[in-house]
């Protein structure tokens, strides 16, 4: 008998055996049985390994199981017992495998050398970033992300503030949430949400404000659809500027200019004043009134009174609301009509619409705020829930701290106090720690982007896991300048850790090979303050490794010189780690990173920090036990609980019994939160005679952010190639535009050229075009603009100024 | 690849047979066999070509009464994913 008839039998078997399984899962799903992952376990024959891994991509936070066969990723499942997801993916889910396979892969350092670039050794790469911060600490920057673990984070965040003493050190994440913290902070007295993903399973109403959850959270709107595909009442509010497939999903679409969403808040809460429907119990009970204080701005402001609230609103009748948002005042009143009903449960959902906004903080701060006016708050169903883009947004940037101006857990280098806590969980000898904040985002890159002789004080930035080229606004200011050989910046050095060829990569001077996902350790937080690990599944191609070990190498290189900031209070490394044995580890050399698990050593250490804001996390190993678990996470009767509602009884563990709400951080120290009052504002650029258009960029569903990791992917980058203008048909036929022609578009900042979609996915409105900003060869955000919050620090990506023109071939 | 999905669908037509055939319709989609569902149908893709998930997906969406489509399962055969998006040292995009 002949080999081959057996080896395809045996092909076909495995085969029917894939496809076996892969159905029984989706009918498991379907009916609503519940099974046990990983669903080929029971088959040796498949050879698959199946671990437990959160996805790679959005702040949704969706567990998958990884199959692993020879050395690589070769199947995805949705994980059946993770609460977040039950067993279901997106459509990303189909490559978030294949993202690590991309042909171009980073496998080896990088340096410049004139226009090209030469492979170097990772020791050479150490010693010349080390080189860099010896030569000028003060001068160094970090510049990190929502997709840094939290380990990896912690790390970079010690390294900075610990040992240089530096706070330089920032995330992408300013450019996506920022507004969203402050807006916590401000309202709460600290960070995100009370609510949860639950709150879905539970409302009576849901309202997007500026939300596109159909292709951004798909799994959570397909949560919600599923509710009312099974007959459940839920009523879908979507407040936008432009149709998205949210809309179409949608009972109501209240279609708003930009900034409209601040006179809408606060139509709403005139009328549940006027209409005497706010929930005046809760109000008496656990809130107080704030108005920003013109004469001295800070994001507490000042306390007002209840009476003072009210007149504050009266302008704000639903018809002059009408006329600074456009939404119809019967539409006002309907909301208001909502949020007075108490029998109905409401919950709101918001992301960048909010967030990337000049008024964000004010935004953010609003919609709590009628929450708490009308008692739609703390308990199931009634919830403001703001969601992240990324994987570790909350994890690592929240939680970590990894902003500017901020430490682990929530405490910030400008309190004396703080800094003492956090000197002692490190170690470091009393002062160590910066009291002055360091450059936010857009600071940071304008300072390197400003020669040194005119008062660019920031010489060298590493990035990590983050694609500033491509996703800073104004990037003709921001970061463009650093290609540019007349800008006077050849003393400046940029770093690049990736895992492929970005447009940031384009301008570095030294290219790092990084390992991404499941080819390293890793634990992430998502948008519901779960916390999420997983373990290395395959190895990194090439000499890729992990960000966490190239600063801890980094760290090390600087400690073998002497530098006595990578040192602690007793003399040892920053980063020691130790065996069972009381060895030192040396983890700072590759070949030995990996013979401890150095996400643990970290993360129990992090973990000390999470108890001054009641941000509780459980021991490393109830993470590798569970598919995540949300903070605050406390031991009881010997288990570690989660909180499903934060600052409710019965649920969160630290609020006190009889209490029933209880907000313990409150700013006023009173256990309230505070309601807001903010006056509508104009947007920071509006459309004129010159340029009589609003620009408003966002995402797709086919791509991840900025495409570097979609892109590779040949299935997605057919399905979405290009960005594309977005164009009302009135505006394109007055421009004499049909689908797929060629326009020139300009701001006051930059221009591109690029086709225009008519009736496309999404339909905004006359008057405004949507661009998204995925796409490394059309970089939309030459144009934005880089106008910030007050006191975020955030740009906003929604409103710029443009015209368009035709280009003829 | 292989990939199985849960088609969601409305509210006013679960249950209804009509969604399930032109599902059925879809070239290289199979329902499952001998079992019924309500408001969600498990469906298989069997391709040689990866485009088709997308263009299965995209078409599952277009059916009317089809509200949403989730995946399940994906097993990735050995395609290769030769995107070169930004070649080293290549300015791009200006
Ligand atoms: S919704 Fe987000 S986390 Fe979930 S599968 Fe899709 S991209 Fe991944």
Known sequence: MSRKPDTQDGVVQRREFIKASAMAAA???????????????????????????????????????????????????????????????????????????????????????????????????????????????????????????????????????????????????????????????????????????????????????????????????????????????????????????????????????????????????????????????????????????????????????????????????????????????????????????????????????????????????????????????????????????QPSACGTVREVGTLSHALPGGLVVTDAENRTKAEEIWQVPPGRINSVPGHHTVKMWESFCTPTSEGGDIGTIWVQVTNPGQTLPNLNKLFNPKGDSKAGLEDKFLIVSDVYPTATTRLADLILPSAMWVEKNGMVGNSERRTQQWFKMVNPPGEARDDCWQTIAVAHELLTRGVEGMKDRNGQFLFEVKDADGGVVPIWEWEHYYDTNVDKHLFEEYRKFTRFKHKDLAPYGEYVKARGLRWPVVEHNGEWKETQFRFSEGSDPYVAAGKEIQFYHSSTHDDRAQIWFHPWIAPAEVPDAEFPLMLCTGRVLEHWHSGSMTRRIPELSRAMPRAYAELHPDDASSYGLKNGDRIRMESRRGSLEISVWIDGRGKPPKGTVFVPFFDETLLINDLTLDAVDPFSKQPDYKKAAVRISKVHA | MIASLVVTLDCAVAGSSGVAKQIAQIPGVQLCEGESFSHRIPILIDSTDPDSLEETTRRLQSIVGVAFVDVVFVHFEDEPCDNVVAPIGKTTGQ
Not at chain 1, 130 to 147: H, K, L, N, T, V
Not at chain 1, 161 to 177: E, F, Q, T, V
Not at chain 1, 255 to 270: C, P, Q, R, V, Y
Not at chain 1, 311 to 326: D, I, K, N, R
């Open chain 1, 27 to 389: 009918a498991a799903i379907a009916g609503g049985a519940s099974f046990a992952l990983p669903i080929l376990a029971d088959e040796p024959a498949t050879g698959v390994d199946w671990q437990k891994a959160p996805c790679r991509f959005c702040g949704t936070g969706c567990h998958v199981q990884v199959g692993v066969q020879q050395g690589k990723v070769v199947a995805i499942a949705g994980d059946r017992n993770a609460d977040v997801n039950k067993g279901l993916l997106c459509v990303k889910g189909y490559h978030v495998g294949a993202a690590l396979y991309g042909k171009d892969r980073l496998t080896k350092p990088l340096l410049r050398d004139g226009d090209s670039y030469r492979e170097i050794s990772w020791q050479e790469a150490i010693r010349i970033i080390a080189d860099r911060i010896q030569a000028a600490p003060e001068r160094f920057a970090f510049y990190g992300s929502g997709q840094w673990t939290i380990p990896e984070g912690y790390a970079a965040q010690k390294f900075m503030k610990g040992g240089l003493s530096n706070n330089h050190i920032d995330p992408n994440a300013r450019l996506c949430m920022a507004s969203a913290v402050t807006g916590f902070l401000a309202t709460y007295g600290v960070d995100e949400p009370a609510g949860c993903y639950d709150d879905l399973d539970a409302c009576d109403v849901l309202i997007m404000w500026g939300n596109n959850p159909a292709e951004m959270h798909p799994v959570l709107f397909s949560r919600v659809i599923d509710r009312r595909s099974r007959g459940e009442k839920v009523t879908l509010i979507d407040i936008g500027t432009r149709r998205t497939r949210t809309t179409e999903a949608c009972q109501h679409y209240l279609e708003m200019k930009g900034h409209g969403d601040l006179a809408i808040a606060n139509g709403i809460a005139h009328l549940l004043i006027k209409n005497g429907t706010y929930d005046q119990k809760f109000v008496d009970s656990f809130c107080s009134f704030k108005a920003p204080d013109d004469a001295n701005p800070n994001l507490h402001g000042k306390v007002i009174s209840f009476a003072e609230y009210k007149t504050l609103l009266e302008t704000y009748t639903p018809e002059h609301v009408e006329q600074l948002s456009g939404v119809p005042a019967s539409q006002i009143r309907m909301l208001a009509d909502l949020f007075g009903n108490r029998k109905l449960r409401i919950t709101s959902l918001w992301c960048m619409g909010m967030n990337q906004h000049t008024r964000g903080t004010a935004i953010n701060t609003m919609v709590h705020g009628i929450h708490l006016l009308s008692g739609h708050f703390g308990t199931p169903g009634n919830a403001p829930t703001s969601l992240t883009g």
